[in-house]
């Protein structure tokens, strides 16, 4: 299972059919992890995110997280959420726009590439870091990434990580760069956690659920890695610039490392 929009056909697990009461389902996205989101149609319409039990997605922390950076950016507000013994689920708001890789913006790639530079220097300026409770800095990650042994299996990695050895990862790991500028980060700032509106502007952020106090390059880093694995190669120099920075190909190259691992 890899990212990405699911068959049309999927059938929905038996909690989202529950929380639809009789409601049109769409599924709209999947993850490798096995974690599922479905729009529920009707007015208002909702997305509900589902995942299984022991796929490691926590839902409850997105929705604190959620709820926090609503006070100051646009996000989707959480409506509902619960577990069982088989899977948690959390039910949202619908914001105005399409991902950043619908098939609109797919084929547009310089307007999509140029508003989530925009709106990731929008997010990292609103958030305040002083008021932020969560932490995602290198410490709590490798912290993390200690307890989760298991993400060590090169098998695991991206193709641009497979040369090298476990004691390569560690020596680089323990390199941590210094601190550029603190923000409050997304976390997982792939291309398709960026809405755009049907004007071409971004809008919003979905998918919060690691958001934290990080150095801003550990969203840059991915953000422009993402880009060529949804738009083709070359698009990195004009996300930087609508973001405004230059490359940075120290920072840029540990954090897609330290994200490989587990974000």
Known sequence: MIDGTPDPGLAPPPQVRALAA???????WQNELGGLTFELGGDPHRF???APADSGIDLGAEAVRMRWASQFVNVPQPFAEGRDETSTWLVTTALPGQSAVSSRWRADPATAVEQIGLGLRALHDALPVVDCPFDASVEARLADLSAHPERLDSSRWDDDHQHLTVADVLTRLADIPP???????HGDTCAPNTLLTDDGRWSAHVDLGLLGVADRWADLAIATWSLGWNYGPGWEPLLLRAYGVAADPQRTAYYRLLWDLGP
């Open 22 to 28: 009789g409601r049109s389902i769409r599924p709209v």
């Open 48 to 50: 509900v995110k589902w």
């Open 179 to 185: 601190v550029d500028r603190l923000v409050v980060g």
